[in-house]
């Protein structure tokens, strides 16, 4: 069965860098697109950007460029999204989830990431 | 960039009755990247429907979603008590290529 497994729990502080991944499993990784989704406590979701897992190529929202990567491991069918100069306001479940192509909707999702920035 | 206005914010209802949720974008919206999710508390979203009206699998009869343009509908007709729970509509804009989720309507139990 479809799977995508997330990292545990993260504490970070101020400035500093996360990244989580999301192992995928039960599926051809290459045929699917990845995406990151974030939800700060007691809020709506929040898009943050896709991986192609067949050729590398990322898009980002725009709020996120410059402070997010996403890389994929097609060796371990696992994605990850590194998140840069955290804050405060970065504490959040991140979520991965994944599209067939060209499809707009997303049809599994991981298990959720929290990430918790604090000094 | 198109921002999704759903209503309303919280919804209170009983079980077996019929549920009404709207969301409505700021500029027309491609009816194929039209899509709700249901999310109950720690845990992730589910998908419910997408291409505006076309069920997930998996997803009982009771959810229906509707709508074209600007205003898309998702009816849950007879609340069972495991429906209860916050539902996101989501949309695909190709300029610049995005998506973007509407703020939730929290559906409770009255």
């Known amino acids: 069965q479809v799977q995508l497994v997330q990292s545990g729990a993260e504490v970070k502080k101020p400035g500093a860098s996360v990244k989580v991944s999301c192992k995928a499993s039960g599926y051809i990784f290459t045929t699917y697109f990845v995406h990151w989704v974030r939800q700060a406590p007691g809020q709506g979701l929040e898009y943050m950007g896709i991986i192609n897992p067949s050729d590398d190529r990322t898009s980002y929202a725009q709020r996120f460029q410059g402070r997010v990567t996403m890389t994929r491991d097609t060796s371990t069918s696992t994605v990850y999204m590194e998140l840069s100069g955290l804050r405060s306001e970065d504490t959040a479940v991140y979520y991965c989830?994944?599209?067939?192509?060209?499809?707009?909707?997303?049809?599994?999702w991981g298990q959720g990431t929290l990430v918790t920035v604090s000094s | 960039e198109i921002v999704l206005t759903q209503s309303p914010g919280t919804l209170s209802l009983s079980p077996g009755e019929r549920a009404t949720l709207s969301c409505r974008a700021s500029q027309s919206v491609s009816s194929n990247s039209l899509t709700w999710y249901q999310q109950k508390p720690g845990q992730a979203p589910r998908l419910l429907i997408y291409?505006?009206?076309s069920r997930a699998t998996g997803i009982p009869d009771r959810f229906s979603g509707s709508g074209s343009g600007t205003d898309f509908t998702l009816t849950i007709s007879g609340l069972e008590p495991e429906d209860f729970a916050v539902y996101y509509c989501q949309q695909y804009d190709n300029s610049p290529p995005q998506y973007t989720f509407g703020q939730g309507t929290n559906l409770e139990i009255k």
């Open positions: 989830a994944r599209e067939a192509p060209a499809t707009f909707h997303f049809d599994f």
């Open positions: 291409a505006a009206s």
